[in-house]
């Protein structure tokens, strides 16, 4: 366990504070310090690797409303879309040939029963050699089950902030129902990823010290942390968007506290143009596109998501050429 010295601050991996993390997310004077500290950290936890997963985004239909989304269920006017069973198992087969891990994510669409996403994973286990993330929200322990014993590997579920009055005020329910869910997801062998916003209207540094210690807390062995990007037809519309900055040092900090845990380049990160930074502060992961061109466009969570229609062979490579003239190597 190692104690950090940065700048005047001393933060001790052993029992890290809340007040440190505020000094040291308050001084812009130590982030040079801060960001090579990181970086050394990650490359002693993952040499120059950059580990590739695929995100195929298979339904936009959601029963939440969470307040920041623009696919969240009061936006009556965007064209739903859902991928049938074959086609999402087709789809992830064929983006396992690029890549070794294959995120499905969705809303939370109550269409795909537990059933369904259980048999989808174990085809797909089946008949490609990856591994299988799972982002698709809350569902019951039962639920959860039935998909960890089909084969799911990973399970995504971001706590979004640890202020639990602006949790409720941005979702409609405690926040308490989001770790509970966590806690389920951990106890059956998930490996969890957590993570949250930064730069959310209303959200602190002490709230940003908060998400990291919750990460800390939870155990999370991946954490995706991004700017906040204002959706214009959602409710926060005209609120500002997150500082990415700020992003690229919390992200840091998570690096610190969370040595081996996967820290990706969020794509609402890459959006702002982090990409780059946020590879030497701390984040060893980048999730690309492997969606079907046709859906795309309509998974709308926040505005400026790569939509491009290139073939994931091609995307790949030339995220592999990119790596590649920054010392890294694309895994
Ligand atoms: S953030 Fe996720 S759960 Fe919330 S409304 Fe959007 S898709 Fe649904």
New binding site residues.
């Given amino acids: 366990m190692a104690i950090y010295v940065l700048g005047d601050h001393t933060l001790d991996l052993r029992e890290p504070d809340r007040e440190t993390l505020v000094a040291l997310l308050k001084d812009e004077t130590v982030n040079e310090e801060l960001f090579h500290v990181a970086d050394c950290v990650k490359t002693r936890e993952f040499g120059n690797k950059v580990f590739i997963r695929g995100i195929i985004e298979f339904s ?1 239909h ?5 307040a ?6 009061r936006m009556t006017r965007i064209k739903r879309y859902r991928m049938l069973p074959d086609d999402l198992v087709d789809a992830a087969v064929h983006a396992a040939q690029t890549y070794r891990t294959v995120i499905l994510q ?3 669409d109550r269409f795909y029963t537990a059933d369904m996403l259980a048999d989808i994973v174990r085809r797909i286990k089946k008949q490609a050699n990856c591994a299988v993330t799972l982002s698709i ?1 809350e569902r019951t322990l039962e639920e959860y089950r039935m998909m960890r014993e089909a084969g799911a590997d990973r399970f995504l579920l971001k706590h ?1 902030t640890a202020n639990a009055v602006l949790y409720e005020a941005l ?1 409609g329910v405690p926040l308490e129902t989001r770790l509970d869910a966590q806690r389920r997801l951990r106890g059956l062998g998930f490996e969890l990823g957590g993570g949250f916003m930064v730069g959310l209207p209303g959200q602190t540094d002490e709230t940003l010290a908060d998400d990291l210690l919750t990460l800390v807390r939870e155990k999370v062995q991946m954490a995706g942390i991004g700017p906040f990007i204002v959706h214009p037809d959602t409710e926060l519309a005209g609120a500002r968007d997150g500082d990415p900055h700020k992003t690229l040092k919390v992200l840091a900090l998570a690096r610190l506290l969370l040595p081996a845990c996967h820290l990706p380049s969020t794509t609402a990160l890459n959006v702002k143009g982090g990409m780059k930074n946020a590879l030497f502060c701390g984040a060893d992961v980048i999730m690309q596109k492997a969606t079907p061109f046709a859906y795309r466009e309509l998974y709308d ?1 926040y505005p400026g998501r790569d939509a491009r229609e290139v073939p994931l062979e091609e995307q790949y490579e030339t995220l592999r050429k990119g790596l590649a003239e920054l010392g890294l190597s694309a895994e």
Avoid at 68 to 73: K, R
């Fill in positions: 936009n959601c029963r939440c409303t969470c920041y989304c623009g696919i969240n269920a969705s809303g939370e929200g979004e979702h969570i």
